[in-house]
């Protein structure tokens, strides 16, 4: 790792108020004294010793303001899961262009985009994927995930700025059900992930799965190992639990037959013989 990074410097954390972001920023705050967190709206929660800055994504502006002074950026901010087109759009296509747009010209130097597993959603189960593949999103919220992806390809390869695309998977204390048992990190993890896109010397443009150490998982990610990703969380030591959950939410034909589950199966309209991979 850089030893040679000023983690005083301003890093601007957007989507503060999300689901992510809630859980993160205390252990974020802890590396980077210089953190700035960014969202629509302030947190409910927000400490004194929190600094805030309001910022609508689809706003090039209150982009810009927010961006000013930043040496690095942490892109959470968008739509979060399947939405309609338009708020799709703004929030995660406009919006982020807005973000990649704001950080070039504001000089930023490194930016973390907060991509999803969705970009993927439709490779199989059975499919053992790294982050070299096709991308085959599963809904339009994994194709603004992609469409963010692309955008840091072209803002590392024109402009030069290293950028790390976190492919997350399902972030919080414990995995959810079966699924998540392949896709589960924990806070700790993803924020580990995220030192390594801020602080690493080798990152010009990168992708990394977000995921803890998962005896299930669908993902090579050994390209994170090399740039020294050691995850702590292991989610078949949750394995009762996200079983016991599973069972209570019954079988899916189509989603379970892809590693996006319910993305791929909600307006599926390929026909049974199709659905398989
Ligand atoms: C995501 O990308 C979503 O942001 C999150 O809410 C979960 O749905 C997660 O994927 C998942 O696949 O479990």
């Not at 705050?29 to 689809?58: C, I, M, R, W």
Request: glycine share 10%; aromatic share 8%.
């Amino acid at each position: 790792m850089a030893e040679s990074f000023d983690r005083s410097r301003r890093i601007l954390f957007t989507g503060a108020a999300g689901g992510i972001g809630t859980m993160i920023r205390p252990l974020l705050a802890q590396h980077y004294p210089g953190l700035v967190l960014s969202d629509k709206v302030k947190p409910a929660n927000l400490l004194a010793s929190e600094t805030f800055v309001a910022a609508d994504l689809t706003r090039p502006e209150e982009v810009a303001a927010a961006v000013k002074g930043a040496h690095s950026v942490i892109h959470l901010g968008g739509y979060s899961v399947e939405g309609p087109w338009d708020t799709i759009l703004q929030a995660n296509i406009i919006g982020c262009y807005n973000m990649y747009e704001a950080a070039r010209q504001a000089g930023v130097k490194r930016l973390i985009f907060a991509s999803s597993n969705h970009a993927v959603g439709f490779y199989p189960r059975k499919r053992r994927i790294g982050t070299d593949v096709t991308v085959r999103p599963d809904s339009r919220y994994g194709v603004s995930k992609a469409f963010g992806e692309a955008l840091g390809a072209l803002y590392s390869d024109k402009h030069g700025i290293s950028v790390t695309c976190l492919r997350i998977g399902n972030v919080g204390p414990r995995p959810l059900d079966v699924r998540r048992l392949a896709i589960w990190i924990s806070p700790q993890d993803i924020v580990q992930l995220m030192q390594i896109g801020l602080e690493h010397p080798d990152i010009r443009f990168d992708i990394l799965y977000g995921a803890s150490d998962n005896a299930t998982s669908w993902w090579d990610n050994s390209r994170a190992r090399q740039l020294g990703y050691r995850p702590t969380g292991k989610s078949e030591d949750h394995r009762a639990h996200a079983e016991a959950e599973q069972a209570r939410i019954g079988p899916d034909p189509v989603g379970d037959l892809f590693q996006g589950g319910t993305f791929c199966s909600v307006e599926f309209t390929n026909g049974a013989k199709r659905a398989g991979p």
